[in-house]
């Protein structure tokens, strides 16, 4: 079995940290980047841990390694750690990075840390704060070149030069006209191509993608992917700059967006558990269950309802679970397309009739399909052809109504503003299986009665 | 209802397209983003589309536009187009993006595109066409600048000035060593604010990151986003530089993979199919339901097998649909965990005993307390304490398992270099419906024959 590098980055410092061998952890750790050193944190005790991260010898790589740390871990850390150290670090990193880290933290010692920060730096974080965190006042950054518009382009590059470096990811110069307001944006390209005497109005781009500070962080992601952008500006209402939003922050949006969107279809939370303990699992996890529980319990009091017919016909009960089966997949199926269509903009809310009716479709032809097959099934094992017609039509209905229901309940909660991906768990599921059951046995009934 | 702005648009340009209004078409068209135009329009007759293309001035807005369409609403656009518009527009777009689009073309017509371009643009093509379209070589861009490491910073901004401006998402410049090979990176800031007269050498940083042609590009993407890099250069195996991906790719890509890793697991083919005919969605979905279709046909001779026993104990059947469904639920729970884990880095594949036994643990608590629970509603409704028990200790059992095999199945998945998302389907589920009926089964004749 080949390992993985990470797998081995892991292994060597285990090794390194057990025999104590400072010298060659020392070249370890500096070469490698905290991002994987973080990584690996999880595995190595709270000791070990502290021996590697004293060894690293730039702070900033120190901070980079604890904004990658998961809230648990990075807690246990931190507690740990000498307070003042930690402000030593977190000076040295972007504002939306230490606001993160100080939402994750427990509040005492977060204040802590911002009472003992640089006045100027300990405002802007605070400021950040005060943004919901998911939305792009949160995930903002508040440092940013921002120049009036007649600056030339001289003089342009001398303030570039002067800026702080701790200004993340600079490749845009945005352009400030009347009224403070954003009036156009340059790429530093084109600041260097340029010919030096003219001003930035004359180059900049006055069309420009902006979003508001309340804008919700999945919207302000869609944006940046859909328009190829690498950084967009915040604004007020009345058009002044309050930060940027870069395109490494969005790559981390989409991925979160899209494991919380994985996770909430399969009832297993919105938020990664796999570090989290037993327990906490086992909290996230119980409420969906208790929800599929209740249909489970539903199913068991349509299936008393109808004990006559089951005593009389007691072959009926070896097809509950392929009906069933059938309609449950092919309702989660049309529920995942709708739910992944509506998050990639590839189906809008409007269109609800037809999303519904071709799902809808779909399921009568593929309920046609295997109704026809498992009828067949059921004639050829118990010589009915009664048997054999109930099986097949119970297959064709519960496989349309389920296609069709997959379909409507995402389309509908998106309507209301309502998250769809919850609509693909245990609702769905359970509103298929009791009409599926009941659907069943009321055709046996009827065809069974003559 | 407030509706959003692209259905605005939709409407808008549809009402327009109707009356024929052409200057305000001509208005509202350019002034668009061509990414918005191509959503609208699959909404739109083929006349329709050609009218509203033909009123976009700038080639290279028509060319975005292309690159957005789906394959099937390209095609059938592209057909009707004369061929030598085609090229012109073709000509303004990067090397990557023509190649994409060549490659979605009928062959023919992609073959008479290429002739018909500049010799070296073709040249360019025709070379990233020979990569995987799922490598890094399928998905770079050939055009970026490099310069030798002795250029002062003077004549590289010279360089710079003179460089074509279709070199896609400038803000690095790459650094050519001995033997052509690749030695390091400035970025512009670094560029701009460094003195005229020292060489590149001085300011580059030279630990960089870089792909092979043949890496997977996937694992490019995770790299782009693990590290917050904006752009990652291509190399062979001599370290010579083949051409870079930039991040607004990357994020393509990991959208693109979270909607294939959504849709596999719900067995509904692993590309977006709804704008795809019903024809096409119902040959994609068809397999896996046959895969669901066998597990319930083999389900039925599980229970024709118990037929005596659920004779003679009819209530027995109330219970099955509640059983299957806690185990399939938290089957699919342990199993979506993994899947999403595992591509999220946050598994790693050599950790299978652990996370096994983890989902296990969770599974046998939760089993403990639903078993519970239906056992008292079993007992309660039927007065049996022996009906009860068999269905606690079914439930509990049944969550264990399943739990247990919802992680296994993709952990061996992965280390046999399978694609995990695809063991959360129909195996789990069939796995799981026909081991839970069986234990019910044999726990309910242990227990009623005494």
Not at 362 to 370: C, H, P, Q
């Amino acid at each position: 079995m080949t390992q993985d590098p990470q797998h081995i980055l892991v292994n060597t410092l285990k090794r390194l940290l057990r025999r104590n061998s400072r010298p060659h952890l020392r070249k370890i750790v500096n070469r490698a980047h905290p991002v994987d050193l973080a990584r690996a944190f999880p595995a190595l005790s709270l000791p070990q841990q502290q021996n590697l991260f004293g060894l690293i010898r730039n702070p900033e790589s120190q901070g980079i390694l604890l904004t990658e740390l998961d809230r648990d871990v990075l807690q246990t850390f931190t507690a740990a750690l000498p307070l003042p150290n930690l402000i030593h670090i977190m000076e040295r990193l972007p504002e939306d990075d230490v606001a993160d880290l100080v939402g994750q933290l427990p509040e005492d010692t977060g204040q802590a840390l911002l009472k003992g920060m640089k006045r100027q730096q300990s405002k802007d974080i605070g400021d950040l704060l005060r943004y919901d965190e998911d939305s792009a006042g949160g995930i903002m950054v508040p440092g940013f070149i921002a120049l009036p518009e007649s600056t030339t382009v001289r003089d342009a590059i001398r303030q570039l030069q002067k800026a702080h470096s701790d200004v993340e990811m600079t490749f845009y110069l945005y352009v400030i006209g009347a009224h403070e307001r954003l009036a156009g944006v340059c790429s530093l390209r084109e600041l260097v191509t340029a010919k030096p005497e003219i001003p930035l109005s004359a180059i900049m781009t006055r069309e420009i993608f902006t979003v508001q500070a309340d804008t919700d962080q999945e919207d302000v992601a869609r944006m940046v992917a859909r328009y190829d952008l690498l950084a967009i500006p915040v604004v007020d209402t009345e058009q002044r700059m309050l930060g940027v939003v870069t395109v490494d922050d969005v790559i981390d949006i989409i991925r979160e967006e899209a494991t919380e969107d994985i996770l909430k279809m399969a009832g297993a939370g919105d938020d990664f558990v796999e570090t989290k303990s037993v327990l906490s699992s086992i909290r996230i996890r119980l409420p969906w269950l208790l929800a599929s529980c209740a249909g489970g319990v539903a199913a068991t009091f349509i299936i008393g309802y109808f004990e006559p017919t089951l005593e009389r016909l007691i072959y009926l009960t070896a097809f509950i679970p392929v009906i069933m089966g059938m309609g449950g997949n092919i309702g989660t199926q049309s529920a995942t397309i709708v739910v992944r269509g509506l998050a990639m903009e590839r189906i809008q809310t409007q269109r609800l009739a037809p999303v519904v009716l071709k799902e809808t479709a779909v399921g009568g032809i593929l309920g046609f399909v295997y109704g026809a097959l498992l009828g067949a099934v059921a004639h050829a094992g118990y010589a009915l052809w009664r048997l054999g017609l109930v099986v097949a039509l119970a297959v064709i209905f519960t496989m349309t109504l389920a296609a069709g229901i997959g379909a409507l309940l995402p389309m509908s909660f998106a309507r209301f503003k309502i998250d769809p991906a919850v609509a693909t768990g245990p609702f769905v599921t359970s509103a298929i299986d009791i009409l599926s059951l009941t659907l069943y046995f009321a055709l046996a009934n009827l065809f069974f009665s003559f």
